[in-house]
């Protein structure tokens, strides 16, 4: 049995069709759908607040009501990697306690939370509210996932830098008896030198002040490129086997800020059935009119891709991360993006620098 975690557009009727789904296919089920509060005493999440649907507690309350007459579950995101300590003080912590009961108070199932110090609260102060750590605690070894276990956490979402290291999910599925996750249409390209550091500005994003985009800027610069394209995280639906094959039968479909614009139950439906016929990015996105990674209308070719896990599920440590050496990824790059698309992508990574030019400007300079 696979189960699947989905963005919340807090539509009722995408509710209903997820029940649609649930009744149709046995052997999944759309357990969850995944969101938070955008005004009041809302806490910070991975996501800038502006660009998430916009709900207050009575919206939520009213949609949690009937996710549970449907059969699911709702998970509320606070997965913010700091929050200024405001939680390990006296007035914090109580904020975040009230806020806790809250939640638990108005039928939330779920907290999806990175910070253990955050975890430790809300298992003192909400026991019944269930706890997932987030992708974003960074878990990619057997170490954390047994600490995180101890802490009591009855469900991880792994380290998306790991998905394709199948001999290190089998060491974590070895030691850690709750369930795994995993993101199965990631966007975040292996090993970003700034992954971290934009979890860490989005955590701050509810602070309102003129700034330059210098990370989403970067990211957006640093996705160009066939053999790019190919090194994000992400999982075809024709490859979720492979995870449920070691014990790993929880996937998540990513897209809070996507989700509005798209189709998720369309999305969900290609996942669940194991097989998709076209643009692969158009998958990844949900569908959705914001395209957040679409480039310039560059495709990928989903069939082409047939085949391209079995090196990285049969062979994991065969990847060594030396690119200029392998090829690999390059190649299917290039036998699924069309000449056109990436002699395009040449050339945008080319004047890449140039684009990026304006940033020191956009940078008020201190006067003397």
Known sequence: MNFFCMPSDFKNDTLDKYLEINNKYPNSTIIETYGQ???????????????????????????IKHSKEKGIEFNYIINA??????????SGYNKISEFLKMLEDIGTSWVTISMPSLMEIAKHVTP???????????????????????LGIKRI??????????????????????????IANSFCIIDCPFKIFHYNSFSHSNISKERYPYFSTRCGNSHVGAETYMKLNWVRPEDLHFYSDIGINFFKLQGRTNVHTGDPVRAVTH??????????????????????????????????????????????????????????????????????????????????????????????????
């Open 81 to 90: 990697t700091c929050m200024e300590d405001e939680e390990l003080t006296k």
């Open 128 to 150: 019944n509210l269930k706890i997932k750590a987030s992708t974003v605690s960074h878990i990619n070894s057997p170490l954390k996932a047994k600490f995180y276990e101890e």
């Open 157 to 182: 979402v792994l380290d998306e830098d790991i998905y394709r290291r199948f001999d290190i999910l089998k060491s974590i599925r070895k030691v850690y008896t709750g369930d795994l996750e995993i």
């Open 271 to 368: 996942y669940i059935e194991g097989s998709y016929d076209g643009d692969l990015i158009g998958l990844l996105e949900l569908f959705s009119d914001n395209k957040p990674l679409t480039i310039a209308g560059v495709t990928i070719d989903n069939r082409k891709l047939d085949g391209f896990f079995d090196k990285f599920a049969n062979h994991p440590q065969s990847c060594k991360k030396v690119c200029s050496e392998c090829g690999y990824c390059k190649s299917f790059g290039e036998a699924s993006i069309g000449s056109s698309d990436r002699a395009m992508m040449d050339l945008m990574r080319m004047f890449g620098d140039v684009r990026l030019s304006d940033f020191p400007s956009a940078i008020e300079k201190p006067s003397l």
């Open 37 to 63: 509060l955008t005004g009041g005493d809302s806490f910070s999440s991975c996501r800038a607040l502006k660009d998430l649907p916009q709900i207050n507690r009575s919206l939520l309350e009213g949609y």
